[in-house]
Nanobody, 123 residues
Framework: VQLQASGGGLVQAGDSLRLSCVAS????????MGWFRQAPGKEREFVVV????????YYEGSVKGRFTVSRDNAKNTVYLQMNSLKPEDTAVYYC?????????????????WGQGTLVTVSS
């Protein structure tokens, strides 16, 4: 199983970025997909989770209204559209896949992880 995240970069506050995560080696539509992030010197934290079919989503409070998660099961890909970026969004962003049916916010509930993509937001 591989999860390949991409789309990170260096942007200014207020800019947008779109992250992608392509999955292979698994039946993608059987997995709940999540995005997590880890800022320098901090623990990994939950960002958003999307259900298998893509209809149900749950966002962490600080990104709600700015970030949008979506998935294309035909392309085995989950996306994270990030708008109005802030310096505090600076982190390595990871996608993860969970075989459970619940919309888990805990990283321990996820079976597979991508390698991460770095997002740096300058002020």
């Amino acid at each position: 199983v591989q999860l390949q995240a991409s789309g990170g970069g260096l942007v200014q506050a207020g800019d947008s970025l779109r992250l992608s995560c392509v999955a292979s080696g698994l039946t993608f539509n059987n997995y709940v997909m999540g995005w997590f992030r880890q800022a320098p010197g901090k623990e990994r934290e939950f960002v958003v989770v999307i259900s298998r079919g893509g209809r149900t989503k749950y966002y962490e409070g600080s990104v709600k209204g700015r970030f949008t998660v979506s998935r294309d099961n035909a392309k085995n890909t989950v996306y994270l559209q990030m708008n109005s970026l802030k310096p505090e969004d600076t982190a390595v962003y990871y996608c993860a896949a969970s075989s459970g049916s619940d919309l888990n916010t805990q990283g321990s509930r996820y079976d597979y992880w991508g390698q991460g993509t770095l997002v740096t937001v300058s002020s």
